[in-house]
Nanobody, 122 residues
Framework: QVQLVESGGDLVQPGGSLRLSCAAS????????MYWARQAPGKGLEWVSG????????YYSDSVKGRFTISRDNAKNTLYLRMNSLNSEDTAVYFC???????????????RGQGTQVTVSS
């Protein structure tokens, strides 16, 4: 069965950096767009970034563009999110998610992980 397991969340000071990981299993990882999304307390789900199966295409929300970098290692079935220049508005639970269709980007997911908490505070 499909499993997505995030890790790497932590408490970090403003201006700091973190790298999140998402270990995927149960599907052909390199055939799917993968996404990072986040949910801050009391707010809805925000789509942060996405990457194509071959890493040829990426996108970022305006709120993280220039600070976050999405990547993947298809040999390890792992998705990453490098986060730099973190600020308090980045505090959220971060989820990885798998697109519902092979190859194409639909911005719809059918599976997501349990999330990892990122807290930015001094």
């Amino acid at each position: 069965q499909v499993q997505l397991v995030e890790s790497g969340g932590d408490l970090v000071q403003p201006g700091g950096s973190l790298r999140l990981s998402c270990a995927a299993s149960g599907f052909k990882f390199n055939m799917y767009w993968m996404y990072w999304a986040r949910q801050a307390p009391g707010k809805g789900l925000e789509w942060v970034s996405g990457i194509s199966g071959d890493s040829g295409f990426t996108y970022y929300s305006d709120s993280v563009k220039g600070r976050f970098t999405i990547s993947r290692d298809n040999a390890k079935n792992t998705l990453y999110l490098r986060m730099n220049s973190l600020n308090s508005e980045d505090t959220a639970v971060y989820f990885c998610a798998k697109d519902s269709r092979r190859v194409v980007r639909t911005d719809n997911y059918d599976y997501r992980g349990q999330g990892t908490q990122v807290t930015v505070s001094s």
